[in-house]
């Protein structure tokens, strides 16, 4: 399922000059290939790295730029931030999700922290993972889209 939405991913962010791109666990959908291709295909790519309790990001040149971070994630070693506007696409990773856009993170908020900032943002993850409804707080940020294997959910 993963390739599946990895090919949708290539169609999507083949124009952009620049995304921002979390760096997959094992379960959750994988990014790994489809960083290294963006990297191959001349797109600059961004990623999360944990501070404090938000989010920097810093822009990559290879997997070789990462190392093992908080909660066990791959987060860049070094390099210079990178403001999230700059990026014309930032993918997000979720555990749930509702037609609405809604998503349900890790609960800790260092996405909803930055995401108002970003100009489109694109959640991915398996449709087993949508539910009918997720219950948001008001600093909870809906996604822009969110992207399955099966289809693309858009906000109204």
Same mark, same amino acid.
């Given at each position: 399922?993963?390739?599946?939405?990895?090919?949708?991913?290539?169609?999507?962010?083949?124009?952009?000059?620049?995304?921002?791109?979390?760096?997959? $666990?094992?379960?959750?959908?994988?990014?790994?290939?489809?960083?290294? #291709?963006? $990297?191959?295909?001349?797109?600059?790519?961004?990623?999360?790295? /944990?501070? %404090? /309790?938000? $989010?920097?990001?810093?822009?990559?040149?290879?997997?070789?730029?990462?190392?093992?971070?908080?909660?066990?994630?791959?987060?860049?070693?070094? %390099?210079?931030?990178?403001?999230?506007?700059?990026?014309?696409?930032?993918?997000?990773? $979720?555990?749930?999700?509702?037609?609405?856009?809604?998503?349900? %993170?890790? %609960?800790?908020? @260092?996405?909803?922290?930055?995401?108002?900032?970003?100009?489109?943002?694109?959640?991915?993850?398996?449709?087993?993972?949508?539910?009918?409804?997720?219950?948001?707080?008001? #600093?909870?940020?809906?996604?822009?889209?969110?992207?399955?294997?099966?289809?693309? @959910?858009?906000?109204?």
């Amino acid at each position: 399922m993963s390739l599946c939405i990895e090919a949708k991913l290539k169609e999507i962010v083949h124009d952009c000059s620049t995304v921002c791109c979390y760096v997959s $666990l094992s379960e959750e959908v994988h990014t790994h290939e489809l960083i290294t #291709w963006m $990297l191959a295909n001349g797109i600059h790519v961004i990623v999360p790295k /944990t501070c %404090g /309790t938000t $989010l920097e990001f810093y822009e990559i040149h290879s997997l070789d730029d990462l190392s093992e971070g908080v909660y066990g994630v791959l987060e860049p070693i070094s %390099g210079e931030a990178v403001a999230i506007e700059a990026c014309d696409l930032v993918i997000v990773p $979720l555990c749930a999700f509702d037609e609405a856009c809604h998503r349900v %993170g890790y %609960g800790k908020g @260092y996405y909803d922290s930055v995401l108002k900032r970003a100009k489109h943002t694109l959640g991915i993850a398996f449709e087993v993972q949508k539910m009918s409804i997720i219950e948001t707080d008001p #600093w909870d940020v809906a996604l822009d889209e969110i992207l399955t294997e099966e289809r693309v @959910y858009r906000t109204v």
